[in-house]
């Protein structure tokens, strides 16, 4: 009887399996589907741990550039925009968000890792408390600006600049809630004046520095 090439080829892969010790095809798939799903969630258990890494490394980098303050006023000028961008920027929506919360809730719960070596729920009451909050807006968008368009260089410098102007916006308008609740009388042009404009130079360097770290590095980090 003449043996069809598909009743052959079963033949040679049962001869092949038999050589490995393995009864039958059946068998041998469902051990390589066996061996294939071990190795999947080895690889995923080794991601998992590397992406908690990073998070945990981008909170502390954030925490150690808020201790580099400098008073000019109200509102200190500190790095901590720097951290925030580089953050959201190498690590992308989730987990560059997710790094800020964690940084937030460090302070919060009383590390000091807040401007000037602060930390505590009456920072965040506080007038410039608005400006930690945003810094959740600013990973927010900058993250989103990365999972949609990339890390090209102009992608990111117009997602940080208006990252930064978001933050700018809610701590504004935090700072004169705040202030004018406490009886202190602040108008939009005072606060810009005080929590804005003796900023805008700095933080245009900060946006600049983290855009090209970023978009130059980002092929080092896996995420």
């Known amino acids: 009887m003449i043996m069809s090439k598909y009743d052959q080829f079963i ?3 049962n001869k092949e399996v038999d050589n490995m010790n393995i009864s039958n095809v059946s068998t041998y798939v469902k051990a390589k589907h066996k061996e294939t799903k071990k190795t999947k969630g ?41 951290g ?19 940084y937030i809730l460090l302070g919060l719960i009383g590390i000091p890792v807040f401007a000037g070596g602060t930390s505590g729920f009456a920072k965040l009451a506080s007038p410039t408390g608005g400006y930690i909050v945003g810094f959740i807006f600013t990973a927010i ?28 916006a809610f701590g504004t308008a935090w700072f004169i809630i705040l202030c004018n609740n406490s009886g202190k009388s602040m108008d939009l042009a005072n606060a ?23 978009n130059r590095l980002h092929k080092f980090i896996k995420v």
Do not use: H
């Open 11 to 13: 033949e040679d892969l």
């Open 42 to 82: 080895k690889v995923n258990s080794r991601k998992s741990i590397l992406d908690i890494v990073y998070i945990a490394l981008f909170a502390a980098i954030i925490s150690v550039c808020s201790l580099i303050s400098i008073p000019i006023g109200e509102v200190p000028v500190t790095f901590q925009i720097l």
């Open 192 to 214: 810009l004046s005080l929590c804005v404009v003796p900023f805008l130079p700095f933080d245009a360097v900060k946006i600049a520095v983290s855009a090209v770290l970023v």
């Open 141 to 168: 968008i900058i993250g989103l600006a990365v999972k949609l368009f990339g890390r090209k260089l102009w992608v990111l410098i117009v997602a940080m600049i208006i990252g930064v102007l978001v933050c700018y």
């Open 84 to 102: 925030i961008c580089l953050a959201a920027g190498f690590l992308g929506l989730a987990k560059g968000t997710t790094s800020v919360v964690i």
